[in-house]
């Protein structure tokens, strides 16, 4: 039973630029979230994704947008990228039909770095 | 705005010991509290959940407790072993259209 998978592992880019950023939730799961964390820190919500919409959405600018596949997978678009945005970047998947207490699966992550 | 704190960014304990991580928050009215374990490199790994309305859960040589007058949860973990070694994170999850939010973590280290 595959776990959440994220592509790609390891990403470089230079300010300015536009990324993208992919998930595919764990087999039975259909709500995405995605997440940063920055060196030392804890992971900062970004928003989540549930039936292809945008369901709810943490304190990050419009440059960070998403998207959700009738297939539940995910991605995660960051335009304008600033030197602040390296950071690495977590897509967890969770059964939202269960209720809304469900445990978080994480993939390990996109390490993206701005040059 | 919302606020969590973890004891410390860093807990070194002996092993064999009982390492007790303390997650506090403000401004959050959580309806659950969920710990993971993060280990480097690695994407956060469920642990344990607990409910406003349960004081205990156990699992294994683990015990969290959840205080929502003094707005604190504690994770316990007994008998620890160098192999418990990695950064512990809380977090709180509230009712519809409220964010997940979590700690900044602690991170443990046990000593052989």
């Known amino acids: 039973d595959a776990g959440v998978t994220q592509s790609p592992t390891h990403l470089i880019k230079t300010r300015g630029q536009q990324v993208t950023l992919r998930c595919s939730p764990k087999s039975g799961h259909d709500t995405v979230s995605w997440y940063q964390q920055a060196l030392g820190q804890g992971p900062q919500f970004i928003f989540q994704?549930?039936?292809?919409?945008?369901?709810q959405r943490g304190n990050f600018p419009d440059r960070f947008s998403g998207h959700q596949f009738p297939n539940y997978s995910s991605e995660l678009n960051v335009n304008a990228l600033l030197l602040g945005d390296s950071a690495l970047y977590l897509c967890?998947?969770?059964?939202?039909?269960?209720?809304?207490?469900?445990?978080?699966?994480f993939g390990d992550g996109t390490r993206l770095s701005i040059l | 705005s919302q606020k969590i704190e973890q004891n410390s960014e860093a807990l070194n304990i002996q092993e064999g010991k009982t390492a007790t991580l303390t997650c506090n928050y403000t401004?959050?009215?959580?309806?659950?509290l969920q710990w993971y374990r993060q280990d480097p490199g690695r994407g956060p790994v469920f642990l344990l959940l607990?409910?406003?309305?349960?004081k205990e859960k156990r699992k294994e040589r683990l015990k969290v407790t959840f205080d929502t007058t003094l707005k604190q949860s504690l994770f316990h973990i007994t008998a620890s072993q160098p192999a418990d070694s990695a950064t512990y994170l809380c977090a709180l999850d509230g009712y519809y259209g409220q964010n997940f939010v979590f700690g900044p973590g602690t991170r443990l280290s046990v000593l052989p």
């Open positions: 607990i409910r406003e309305n349960e």
């Open positions: 967890a998947s969770s059964r939202r039909g269960q209720g809304k207490n469900q445990p978080q699966h």
């Open positions: 401004n959050y009215s959580p309806a659950y």
């Open positions: 994704y549930y039936e292809e919409e945008e369901r």
